[in-house]
């Protein structure tokens, strides 16, 4: 992050009604987030909204309850990410705890077939022999799919959270809590939410029709997947996802995750009692994502279904491989990025208002972390182009935006006022994917700068770090920090604790090729404190005296009462 990036304190929201269990710390960090009681800070599931606020649900049940009844065949289509892959393991093991008995789960491979429930998945889909579609994480955008299923008649029922066009497709149900009308509270839910609520409301009714298995079905053995991909997806976490994400890092933290999901945490050395939704974020998601971006999300899926340790612990090894060889593409990507922005700023002085990428080597799985990368880095809306297979003329793009600036809003107007130069697009206010000819990239181009030009307001462009503060010298200690991890989930819309304040360095050194440990001195405080800065060296030694804003966590590789600063800016003073 540059050294132009202003911190800015939050103002905690004044009052407050607290059991006497919550440190004055998290109460503070709790109201800078407007949560002002328990109820607020830490939502149970009993504080879930109700399924039925949601429109089409009772068409959805009504469709999966006539399936079920009548022992037809269900295919669950996933998608490619880890939202996708949660959702579509959610749907098979929630429909068969119901009383389904043929359920299949099915998935878009992101080269051979592009996103989402397209024609040529359908016809692939076809020897199946499939009575009822259920796409999980999307649906929303894919007509012609959806009309070559019903074509074949199938029913087909969609389950999204994706914004809709303006366009419904002629899908027999769709619930979709951002749909035009829909009364649901939260339109954050992430695609495994939506189709969590609605095997919720499936449940309730053959409750009440008398037709549920015995015991009745304990819906609640799927939080895990449902918190893995709400947390992976960056939805926001307002309170109904934290009641959800809270619930399924319980079970976590106990062991009762899937066996795929315990094999993951071992496999990429977590500790399963401290799991927290920054774990899920940073080291369970990418290793479910990579299978989607380099090879095939059906691997993903298959980890999550398994039910045996030995057999999901090779899946979640063949996914860390693949992750790590996605980090190795990844940075030979983002080289090339930065060193295209750099070809950009010395030919326009400065990085221009919006950004296009493009490298006809690139990998269209991995575009997306390159534009997160390179929005980071120049604090613009950047879209990263790759072709949809080696050689092809076809590109698949991947945009990510800056907060305040609605990405696909912006992709709407470029297609109003540009009908056709764009193939197809969707996402959300943040990011959002599109697909479109070579020939088309630089007419694109320039309409995507001149709508990013004519709508930005320019005091967006500065970034910000929203600071919790500084601490009080006593609350360097190792209960403050482990109050902060457990005081989560923290995520999108709930960010986690963030502090600032002035410190002396008092020693460095280099850690790798890229880190800077630190010891530090604050004022009042005796003892010296360790930091880590990821990404932090330069070629310069730091000042004596640095601004901060950073993390306080458990320092767990030294044990103890040991704790560090995760260092997330740094300026000289």
Same mark, same amino acid.
């Given at each position: 992050?540059?050294?132009?990036?202003?911190?800015?304190?939050?103002?905690?929201?004044?009052?407050?009604?607290?059991?006497?269990?919550?440190?004055?710390?998290?109460?503070?960090?709790?109201?800078?987030?407007?949560?002002?009681?328990?109820?607020?800070?830490?939502?149970?599931?009993?504080?879930?909204?109700?399924?039925?606020?949601?429109?089409?649900?009772?068409?959805?049940?009504?469709?999966?309850?006539?399936?079920?009844?009548?022992?037809?065949?269900?295919?669950?289509?996933?998608?490619?990410?880890?939202?996708?892959?949660?959702?579509?393991?959610?749907?098979?093991?929630?429909?068969?705890?119901?009383?389904?008995?043929?359920?299949?789960?099915?998935?878009?491979?992101?080269?051979?077939?592009?996103?989402?429930?397209?024609?040529?998945?359908?016809?692939?889909?076809?020897?199946?022999?499939?009575?009822?579609?259920?796409?999980?994480?999307?649906?929303?955008?894919?007509?012609?799919?959806?009309?070559?299923?019903?074509?074949?008649?199938?029913?087909?029922?969609?389950?999204?959270?994706?914004?809709?066009?303006?366009?419904?497709?002629?899908?027999?149900?769709?619930?979709?809590?951002?749909?035009?009308?829909?009364?649901?509270?939260?339109?954050?839910?992430?695609?495994?939410?939506?189709?969590?609520?609605?095997?919720?409301?499936?449940?309730?009714?053959?409750?009440?029709?008398?037709?549920?298995?015995?015991?009745?079905?304990?819906?609640?053995?799927?939080?895990?997947?449902?918190?893995?991909?709400?947390?992976?997806?960056?939805?926001?976490?307002?309170?109904?996802?934290?009641?959800?994400?809270?619930?399924?890092?319980?079970?976590?933290?106990?062991?009762?995750?899937?066996?795929?999901?315990?094999?993951?945490?071992?496999?990429?050395?977590?500790?399963?009692?401290?799991?927290?939704?920054?774990?899920?974020?940073?080291?369970?998601?990418?290793?479910?994502?990579?299978?989607?971006?380099?090879?095939?999300?059906?691997?993903?899926?298959?980890?999550?279904?398994?039910?045996?340790?030995?057999?999901?612990?090779?899946?979640?090894?063949?996914?860390?491989?693949?992750?790590?060889?996605?980090?190795?593409?990844?940075?030979?990507?983002?080289?090339?990025?930065?060193? /295209?922005?750099?070809?950009? $700023?010395? *030919?326009?002085? +400065?990085?221009? &208002? #919006?950004?296009?990428? @493009? !490298?006809?080597?690139?990998?269209?799985?991995?575009?997306?972390?390159?534009?997160?990368?390179?929005?980071?880095?120049?604090?613009?809306?950047?879209?990263?182009?790759?072709?949809?297979?080696?050689?092809?003329?076809?590109?698949?793009?991947?945009?990510?935006?800056?907060?305040?600036?609605?990405?696909?809003?912006?992709?709407?107007?470029?297609?109003?006022?540009?009908?056709?130069?764009?193939?197809?697009?969707?996402?959300?206010?943040?990011?959002?994917?599109?697909?479109?000819?070579?020939?088309?990239?630089?007419?694109?181009?320039?309409?995507?700068?001149?709508?990013?030009?004519?709508?930005?307001? /320019?005091?967006?462009?500065? $970034?910000? *770090?929203?600071? +919790?503060?500084? &601490? #009080?010298?006593?609350? @360097? !200690?190792?209960?403050?920090?482990?109050?902060?991890?457990?005081?989560?989930?923290?995520?999108?819309?709930?960010?986690?604790?963030?502090?600032?304040?002035?410190?002396?360095?008092?020693?460095?050194?280099?850690?790798?090729?890229?880190?800077?440990?630190?010891?530090?001195?604050?004022?009042?405080?005796?003892?010296?404190?360790?930091?880590?800065?990821?990404?932090?060296?330069?070629?310069?030694?730091?000042?004596?005296?640095?601004?901060?804003?950073?993390?306080?966590?458990?320092?767990?590789?030294?044990?103890?009462?040991?704790?560090?600063?995760?260092?997330?800016?740094?300026?000289?003073?």
């Amino acid at each position: 992050m540059s050294a132009a990036t202003r911190i800015t304190r939050r103002i905690a929201a004044p009052g407050g009604q607290w059991s006497g269990t919550v440190l004055p710390l998290l109460q503070r960090v709790y109201a800078g987030r407007g949560a002002l009681d328990d109820a607020r800070a830490r939502p149970r599931l009993a504080q879930l909204h109700a399924p039925d606020l949601l429109t089409g649900m009772d068409a959805a049940v009504a469709l999966l309850a006539e399936a079920i009844a009548q022992d037809r065949h269900i295919v669950v289509v996933g998608d490619f990410d880890c939202d996708g892959a949660t959702a579509c393991a959610t749907a098979v093991r929630g429909l068969i705890l119901l009383g389904a008995r043929h359920v299949t789960p099915a998935v878009p491979n992101r080269v051979t077939h592009g996103y989402g429930l397209s024609p040529g998945l359908v016809a692939e889909l076809a020897e199946l022999k499939p009575d009822l579609l259920v796409t999980v994480d999307h649906g929303i955008a894919c007509h012609a799919g959806i009309e070559q299923a019903r074509a074949l008649g199938w029913q087909v029922l969609v389950t999204d959270h994706h914004l809709p066009g303006p366009r419904l497709p002629q899908a027999h149900a769709i619930v979709n809590p951002n749909l035009a009308g829909d009364g649901f509270p939260s339109k954050s839910l992430a695609g495994v939410g939506v189709m969590f609520y609605v095997l919720l409301a499936l449940r309730k009714y053959l409750r009440e029709a008398g037709r549920l298995p015995s015991p009745e079905p304990d819906l609640s053995t799927l939080l895990d997947l449902v918190a893995v991909g709400t947390v992976a997806d960056l939805v926001p976490l307002d309170a109904n996802n934290r009641a959800l994400v809270s619930a399924g890092l319980r079970r976590l933290r106990a062991g009762q995750g899937c066996a795929g999901l315990r094999a993951l945490i071992q496999v990429c050395g977590r500790r399963a009692e401290t799991l927290t939704a920054a774990d899920i974020g940073f080291a369970i998601g990418p290793r479910l994502n990579a299978a989607g971006r380099l090879e095939d999300m059906a691997l993903g899926i298959a980890c999550l279904l398994c039910d045996e340790d030995a057999p999901a612990r090779e899946m979640a090894g063949i996914l860390h491989g693949i992750n790590a060889e996605r980090r190795g593409v990844q940075q030979q990507m983002t080289d090339e990025a930065e060193a /295209a922005l750099a070809r950009l $700023a010395a *030919l326009e002085g +400065d990085a221009p &208002l #919006a950004v296009c990428l @493009f !490298d006809a080597e690139w990998h269209p799985g991995v575009v997306g972390l390159v534009a997160s990368k390179m929005k980071d880095r120049v604090h613009r809306p950047v879209i990263a182009f790759a072709p949809a297979e080696p050689g092809s003329t076809a590109l698949r793009g991947s945009a990510r935006s800056i907060p305040g600036f609605h990405i696909r809003d912006a992709l709407a107007a470029v297609d109003a006022q540009h009908p056709g130069l764009m193939q197809k697009f969707g996402g959300h206010a943040m990011a959002a994917g599109l697909s479109l000819e070579l020939e088309h990239l630089p007419a694109f181009q320039a309409a995507f700068v001149a709508q990013v030009s004519a709508t930005l307001d /320019a005091a967006l462009l500065q $970034a910000e *770090l929203l600071s +919790d503060g500084e &601490l #009080a010298p006593h609350e @360097f !200690d190792r209960v403050h920090a482990e109050a902060l991890r457990d005081g989560g989930p923290w995520g999108q819309g709930f960010a986690e604790p963030l502090f600032d304040g002035v410190f002396e360095v008092i020693d460095w050194r280099a850690v790798g090729e890229r880190h800077l440990k630190l010891v530090l001195r604050c004022p009042q405080r005796a003892a010296p404190l360790n930091a880590i800065h990821f990404n932090g060296l330069t070629r310069e030694p730091p000042a004596a005296r640095v601004h901060l804003a950073y993390r306080l966590a458990p320092d767990d590789y030294r044990g103890g009462d040991a704790i560090q600063l995760i260092v997330e800016h740094c300026v000289p003073t």
